[in-house]
């Protein structure tokens, strides 16, 4: 299952590179595809069982976070959802989550926990991330002193979101949000840092979102996944260079060497490239949740 687009009584009201989402009643479902993207390009070719290892991810860190904040999830089991998806159950089997509405913020919430990306690249030219002065001399992908918050406004699909400072941050939401957005945002990546890291897995930074559920700050899209998060192998680890990671890097190498301008329409991927990328994904989520990787059947 690569792409269910429609559904058939069941108003999709958007659809991003990798889900889609669709009106249910006063709640949303949402459903992630195995839809593969690189240099802002949905490409032709899916990753086999990507849009469950995602959900499958999102849902073990929702619970395993709950004490810190709640999440809008309500439940991945399409036994529980609304009647008007019963036809959909088999298709929908491990890669749908039913959530709570809520009122989103309009900001990313990054933890970078280590110098990597844009990080990187404004550390180089300027000794900051996000306006964030670091000390002198840190290497590429070194460990930070201590986790920092760097907001980002939300971009449009097919743009870039956009680093703002923590000030530009409270002057969209307000002061007091932005401060407890930070908060969450360090205490979640703190937690999940630590877990990983037990687990083998070094979690240098993620994104979060928030929104507003009967006026209580919640927990919102996706957790700590390959596509939000970057994980790296520990024991591959070494500052002062990039790292290997458990995410689509292995299409995006492959898409470098391969000619392609970056313009729609992408390259098909070849067999091997798609094998490999899945085994990245389904590697890091049974490393998370010490569970094995079984594919439901539709």
Same mark, same amino acid.
């Given at each position: 299952?690569?792409?269910? #687009? ?17 009106? *249910? ?29 995602? /959900? ?12 810190? =904040? ?5 439940? *991945? ?5 609304? #009647? ?25 919430? *990054? ?104 006026? =209580? ?18 024991? #591959? ?36 490239? *798609?094998?490999? /990328?899945? #085994?990245?994904?389904?590697? =890091? ?14």
């Amino acid at each position: 299952m690569s792409d269910l #687009a429609q559904l058939d009584g069941v108003a999709l009201i958007g659809s991003g590179k990798v889900r889609d989402l669709y009106a *249910v009643g006063d709640d949303l479902l949402l459903v992630a595809s195995d839809r593969v993207s690189a240099f802002d390009v949905v490409l032709p070719t899916p990753i086999p069982g990507k849009g469950e290892v995602l /959900t499958r991810i999102s849902q073990f860190w929702f619970d395993r976070l709950a004490h810190i =904040v709640p999440s809008h999830l309500i439940t *991945v089991d399409p036994a529980q959802f609304p #009647a008007a998806l019963s036809d959909h159950a088999a298709e929908l089997r491990g890669r749908a989550m039913l959530c709570r509405r809520a009122q989103m913020l309009p900001v990313e919430c *990054v933890a970078r926990g280590y110098l990597a990306g844009s990080g990187w690249k404004e550390y180089q030219a300027n000794g900051t991330v996000c306006g964030i002065a670091l000390p002198a001399g840190l290497r590429e992908s070194e460990q930070l002193p201590e986790p920092i918050f760097t907001p980002a406004t939300k971009a449009a699909i097919g743009d870039h979101d956009e680093n703002i400072s923590f000030d530009q941050a409270a002057e969209i939401v307000g002061a007091d949000v932005a401060e407890q957005l930070r908060s969450l945002t360090l205490a979640l990546y703190r937690e999940a840092h630590a877990h990983a890291a037990d687990r083998g897995i070094l979690l240098a930074d993620t994104k979060f979102e928030f929104g507003w559920i009967d006026g =209580v700050m919640t927990l919102c899209d996706e957790a700590l996944t390959p596509d939000s998060s970057r994980y790296w192998p520990a024991d #591959a680890y070494e500052a002062g260079r990039s790292q290997d990671s458990y995410d689509k890097q292995i299409v995006r190498d492959w898409l470098e060497a391969s000619g392609w301008d970056k313009t729609p329409p992408g390259p098909e991927l070849p067999s091997d490239v *798609v094998a490999r /990328t899945r #085994a990245r994904y389904t590697e =890091v989520y049974e490393l998370l949740t010490g569970e094995p990787f079984i594919q439901s059947e539709a």
